[in-house]
Nanobody
Framework: QVQLVESGGGLVQAGGSLRLSCAAS????????MGWFRQAPGKEREFVAA???????IYSDSVKGRFTISRDNAKNTVYLQMNILKPDDTGVYYC????????????????WGQGTQVTVSS
């Protein structure tokens, strides 16, 4: 069982930056692929970024070049550095862990956090 707790969300102006953190419980954290997803009001949850245990990363086209995902296995934590934020980045950001697959599909993730709100004002 893995428990995930996100933090770092907030209100920021367009063009600004935020760094989200996701603290994970469990001794096998380093073996999981970790992902970030987001959900805007009235929209479906969408993939943002993921990092494999080997530090391979994938990003959605909408955030590529602006967001960076990273992980610190010693701290059981995954980060999402978000730069040049846009109003379209507004939503609840969820951290997720996958035991078997390195994927951009939400159905491949086994554990989810409760989410942290990010609001970008224009």
């Amino acid at each position: 069982q893995v428990q995930l707790v996100e933090s770092g969300g907030g209100l920021v102006q367009a063009g600004g930056s935020l760094r989200l953190s996701c603290a994970a419980s469990g001794r096998t954290f380093s073996s999981y692929a970790m992902g970030w997803f987001r959900q805007a009001p009235g929209k479906e949850r969408e993939f943002v970024a993921a990092v494999r245990w080997s530090d391979n990363t994938i990003y959605s086209d909408s955030v590529k070049g602006r967001f960076t995902i990273s992980r610190d296995n010693a701290k059981n934590t995954v980060y999402l550095q978000m730069n040049i934020l846009k109003p379209d980045d507004t939503g609840v950001y969820y951290c997720a862990a996958a035991q078997r697959l390195f994927s951009s599909y939400s159905q491949d993730y086994d554990y989810w956090g409760q989410g942290t709100q990010v609001t970008v004002s224009s």
